[in-house]
Structure formats: structure tokens, C-alpha cells
């Protein structure tokens, strides 16, 4: 069975300047407003304890946006302080912030300096927005850094005591196909390339964890509008998927664990651990993302701060994303919080939502789903399984499992026979080639 945790995320929604690409829910916010929204972030981790009393103790921290780094290392220290007068968070426990390069400091001493800080305060794992290591291609898309800030921040960080980085990529750059778009780094390179010449020097960096996702353009940023006015081109999905086999194999070699559709911790020389599946259990890279993995095995995790998203206990919530009535409905003290306040949307999963969410995000990562962790949300089924047309003879995880998904199975057989999928009788995982069709094979599932 997955080792289930408990995790906290908390959503700091500032950043310095909106990157053309980005959809995330984040804007630029001056110190005024930062530091109402620490205040209120504060409130909220005191007053919604009561409704999470259940979940401790709290084995992972994440702090992401957003630019969390815009905050400083004292506002940061407030925030774990709260946390810790609420929670009982394990000495163990991982604790993530996102710092993106540009926001740390203008020289490596300052970088040093405030990368100790946030140390100090409980900072164990760095996750740096690299995105690429070409100054055109950073300007294109936006971000405020340079690569040479990038190899500063990471050398900083690594001489500050982080053992634990995280570095993110951007593949699939849709730069080089229109000549109107503007600024983008033309035809000099391609985006492939590109991509395959920042992952060689972020190799170099040796980080722990290293985070590939190819560019969507998605609609009402800088770049939906260039795509809208036919300024700028999508890299096709032959390329696409070209580019990302490239990319997971050169992972492959370097030693990185291909654990998750785009995440790869690092492994070891061989580059082999975490990529065969056996009875005996899989060899795990002691560097995945503890955080990240609770979303793809279910575990209760607590969704803190703007437009936050959070389970626990079988429901799904997410915060309001309004700025203002957030700061405002927390900060005034006459005010009665109740989670209605602040929560915008609830939801109670069913047992074919719980079922469904556990076999989409189990397919995500390497090892797959297993049957006995998929039924585990049928424990109430029995009666009614023995009452239908089901053999209750068989109760092991993978009768009941195939029993619940018999309209699928044809299909899934399908893929298994096209080798994208491979089943066997612990549960099923995608194949590398595989994920270029996951969304059709998890859709079997849903
Ligand atoms: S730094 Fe990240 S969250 Fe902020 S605008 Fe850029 S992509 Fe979006």
C-alpha cells in the first residue's frame, strides 16, 4: 500500500511581474499588500485548525505560487511559526519554497544571505523556476532573471547548506515558427535544441529533482493573445512528444528517476533505480517530491491561502481567489470566519469520484496504480458486489477492481496489446509512450 502523509500547501499569489505564459492565479502585490495578506495567511492557519484536527502530524510544508521568495525570510518565519503553534508538524518533515531567481537577492552574498535566512526559519528543499538558461528565451517568455542569476542563486543555495533543489524547465518553447511574435528568439535555434541544451547544462548543476513541463498556451495570457492574433505558433505534438522522449532519456542516463509524467529525482549513477517494478517493491530515489506525491496517492493534504486547493478526509476544497475578500474577511477581527467564508467550492468526493481520482493521479506516476490501493475505496461495496453479477468468491483487490472498471477493460486490453499501457496482477501503469496518450487512457478510468 502507498504511504499515506499529511501535507500542508500554502499559496503565496505574488510575483513580481506576470510571465507571458503563465495562467497560474498570481500578480505582482506591493509591500502594503503582502504583508495583509501574511496577517490574514496567519488568521487563517489559527482559525481553520479546528477543522483539520484530524490530519496531524504534518509530514510535508509547501510554500508555492506565485513567488514565494517575494516573501521575505521574516514573513516566511511568522507563516512557520503559525504552523507550528497549530500543527504538529514532524521534525522530519519536508519543507518546500519556491525561490525564483531574480527575487533572492542582486549578489551572492545577498543571495547567500537570505537563502541562510530562509533556512533558518525551517527551509529544507529549494524549487527554483529555472524555465531555460538562454537570456533571448527568458525575455521572450518573460521572467525576470537572467541564466547567469540562475547559476548564481543555485551555486548560492548549495553554499548556503541546501542539499534538496528542485530546478523547472520549460520544453516546447513555441518560439522560431511566426516572424511577428515579438521578441522571440527566431529561427537561430530550435525549440527542441533549445530545450535539450538547457536540460544539458541544468545536468551539469547536479540538482536532486528536476521538473520538465512542456509550455500550453492557454488563453487570457500574454501569449493566448499573440496565438489569438496569429502571432505566435503551438510546437507541434509530433515535436512535442519528440522533445520529451529526448528529455527522459537523457534523464535516464544522467541518473535521474523518471518518477512521475514530469518529474525526475535523482537516483544514482546507474540511472536503472525506480524504473523496473518488482514484487519486492520499488527502489525509490530518496529525492522524490514528498509533497507533490501525496497529490498522486491520495493522501489528505491542507489547501492554505488564496485559491488554495486541499483534501482531507474525502473532501475537496478550494479558497476563494478573490484577493480582497480574502484579506479582508480575515483581517477584521469582528468578522465570525467560518470555512463557508472562505472556501469558495466543496466538494464531498463520492466513492466512483474517490476511485476514479485515485487510478488518474496513480497512472501519473511510474510505478502506476495498484489494484489494492484503488479499492481500498470499495470497502463498503461488498454486499452490493455479492448482490450483482460478481464472483464473491474472488474478493482479491484485482477482481474488485476489474469488477468496477468491466466496461473499461476491453479498451484498456486494447492499449496494453499497442504498448501503452502495461497490466499486470499488482495493478496498471502507463509505458513511456504510454504518456503521449495518457489523458485517453485515464479517461477509461474516470
Ligand atoms: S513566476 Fe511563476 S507564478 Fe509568477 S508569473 Fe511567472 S510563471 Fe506565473
Redesign the pocket.
Known sequence: MDERTTGIYIHIPF?VK??NY?A?L?APGDEETREKYVQALIREIGRCKVNFTSCEPISTVYFG???PSVLSPEQIGRIMDALRANFTIADDAEITLEA?PGTLGAAEEDVKFTLHQYRAVGINRLSM?VQSLNDDVLKFIGRIHTAEDVRRDFKAARASGYDNINLDLILSLPFGNKEGAQGAPLNSISSQEQSLEDLREILAMHPEHISCYSLQIEEGTTFGKLYDQGLLDEITDEEDRDTYHKVCKALRDAGYEHYEISNWAYAGASGSAGLSRSKAGLSRSPYRSRHNSSYWNMSDYIGLGLGASGFVGGVRYQNTSDLQKYIECLNDPGVGITPADIHADVHINTEHDNISEAVFTGLRRREGIRYADAVRYLANRDEADASQDFDATDTSAEARFWHFYADAREEAESFVRSGHLIIDDEGLRLTELGIDISNSIMALFV
Open positions: 510575483c506576470k510571465c503563465c497560474f498570481s505560487g506565485g513567488t525564483n523556476g
